[in-house]
């Protein structure tokens, strides 16, 4: 059975930098794109990042474009995400996804999801 497991989350201040990290079990996500979503407090979840599953082609939410960098280490089935000069407004539950075909912003088209890390930015 596949699992995502992120970790990496915590409580920073604005300006911080935090790496979050999404470790795959089960089977290989080599082959898999590979997405981040976040969810903050009464909203709705929404596109952050996604990589091809050769890491060649990577796109952004145009809010965090410039300052959060998503890759991926195949040979350590895990993704990640870094991000740097964080804002308040990056508060939210960050989700690592995964999906069998090209990287998508759309959500409704992941089939495996980690179950969420906490990340909170104070101002």
């Known amino acids: 059975q596949r699992q995502l497991v992120e970790s990496g989350g915590g409580l920073v201040q604005a300006g911080d930098s935090l790496r979050l990290s999404c470790a795959a079990s089960g089977r290989t996500f080599s082959n898999h794109a590979m997405g981040w979503f976040r969810q903050a407090p009464g909203k709705e979840r929404e596109f952050v990042a996604t990589?091809?599953?050769?890491?060649?082609?990577?796109y952004y939410a145009d809010s965090v474009k410039g300052r959060f960098a998503i890759s991926r280490d195949n040979a350590k089935n895990t993704v990640y995400l870094q991000m740097a000069s964080l804002k308040p407004e990056d508060t939210a539950v960050y989700y690592c996804?995964?999906?069998?075909?090209?990287?998508?912003?759309?959500?409704?088209?992941?089939?495996?999801w980690g179950q969420g890390a906490q990340v909170t930015v104070s101002s």
């Open positions: 996804a995964a999906r069998r075909e090209r990287a998508s912003y759309y959500q409704y088209e992941y089939d495996y």
């Open positions: 990589i091809s599953w050769s890491g060649s082609a990577t």
